[in-house]
């Protein structure tokens, strides 16, 4: 199966061509997506489909591969909100695998997307505003981030006693 027709399977709208050009992105949809993922083999041809990306959808977040850590500026002045330097991320985890091959273990199963764990963004529910976040580990999921008001508060620096409705959490958990 084509990573296409497993986007497509899934509710996703992928189109297969030029992301380069803006013919090709008005039959992806791409001004009228929420979310755009750029992924090309070359960094320059991620630009430039990032470039038009953004001038289609000013208010879409947009996450793109770069190939090159060098290139990671050059896309974010483009328009990506987000940018995975995708070599040096594999490279991280070849050599954390080899000094820490648990943890490679870990984030392996963090990367598999139909069972283990998954770390997701999600808003916080009822039944936990109120609660400390440490308190939700004992409940199967372990708090990373919250993100209130616009800010992002990481577990370690201990910002956020207790969580609000509103906020929304970063956490590692079983996948559903």
């Known amino acids: 199966m084509t990573a ?13 061509g030029d992301a380069t050009r803006e013919d090709v992105l008005t039959q992806a949809m791409v001004a ?5 993922v750029v992924a090309t083999d070359r960094d320059d041809t991620s630009v430039l489909a990032v470039l038009t990306a953004r001038r289609l959808t000013p208010h879409a977040t947009i996450v793109a591969a770069a190939r090159e850590s060098q290139n990671i500026t050059v896309l974010k002045q ?3 909100d987000v940018v995975i330097p995708t070599a040096e991320a594999a490279g991280r985890m070849l050599a954390l ?22 770390i997701v963004e999600r808003r916080v529910t009822l039944e936990e505003v109120g609660k400390a976040p440490e308190s939700l580990h ?10 209130r008001d616009g800010v992002t508060h990481r577990f370690d620096h201990g910002t956020v006693s207790e969580l609000r409705a509103g906020d929304r959490l970063v956490v ?5």
């Not at 004992?138 to 993100?147: D, F, K, R, S």
């Not at 590692?172 to 559903?176: A, H, K, L, S």
């Open 4 to 16: 296409a027709k497993a986007a497509n399977d899934v509710g996703c709208v992928s189109v297969t």
């Open 32 to 36: 009228t997506a929420a979310r755009v």
């Open 78 to 80: 483009s328009g990506a």
């Open 97 to 118: 695998s080899l000094t820490s091959p648990v943890a490679g273990s870990v984030l392996e199963d963090l990367l598999e997307s139909e069972r283990g764990l998954e």
């Open 138 to 147: 004992i409940e199967h999921t372990l708090v990373l981030a919250i993100v």
């Open 172 to 176: 590692i958990e079983p996948v559903r």
